[in-house]
């Protein structure tokens, strides 16, 4: 008795259970979005010469961040320079750099050097960088090996008229 009970129980449960998929092809693809964001007016102060640029919104922990600095323009085009940027003197020694390190919520850009309150205001006021969110998705696969910046935004398929600028 109790080993039928325990079989129309074990079928039971077998029958009771069903399989559903809950596929919806209208959905967002929350986990691959690739995003832009330009910050301008980045200005490097005596204080501690590093700027805090907080996201629009939270990435996920699996992105990635790469940032850029407007570097000039060339034949009409913007020379987007992928950061860390290090700039040295005629001898070769450190000047100063550029640098970075971001969490889910914000880019961390700092300058490091030996002298940085002679560094010309060209350098330090004004500036003007990207960030680029890079899905984990696309680091898996290696898309990414060459880090120019038009290579990157056509591998990501980004639509740079869509880039959302923050002053």
């Known amino acids: 008795m109790k080993r039928s009970t325990l079989i129309l129980a074990f079928i039971g449960m077998i029958m009771l259970q069903s399989c559903s998929v809950n596929e919806n092809r209208n ?3 929350n986990d691959t979005i690739s995003e832009v964001w330009e910050y301008t007016n980045v200005n490097f102060q005596p204080n501690n010469y590093s700027v805090l640029l907080t996201y629009p919104h939270p990435i996920y922990t699996s992105d ?3 940032v850029y600095r407007l570097s000039g323009i060339d034949q009409g085009q913007d020379v987007w320079k992928l950061q860390p940027e290090t700039f040295f003197f005629d001898d070769g020694t450190l000047d100063f750099e550029y640098n970075f390190d971001f969490t889910r919520y914000d880019v961390n ?5 030996f002298d940085l309150q002679s560094v ?4 330090r006021l004004n500036q003007i960088f990207r960030v ?7 680091g898996k696969n290696n898309i990414l090996k ?3 910046y038009k290579t ?6 980004i639509d740079e008229s869509k880039i959302k600028k923050i002053n």
Do not use: I
């Open 132 to 138: 680029v969110v890079v899905p984990g998705y696309f």
């Open 120 to 123: 010309s205001n060209q350098y």
């Open 109 to 113: 850009l700092f300058m490091n050097g």
């Open 152 to 157: 990157v935004v056509k591998a990501l398929n």
């Open 146 to 148: 060459n880090k120019d």
């Open 64 to 66: 990635m961040v790469l």
């Open 27 to 29: 959905a967002t693809d």
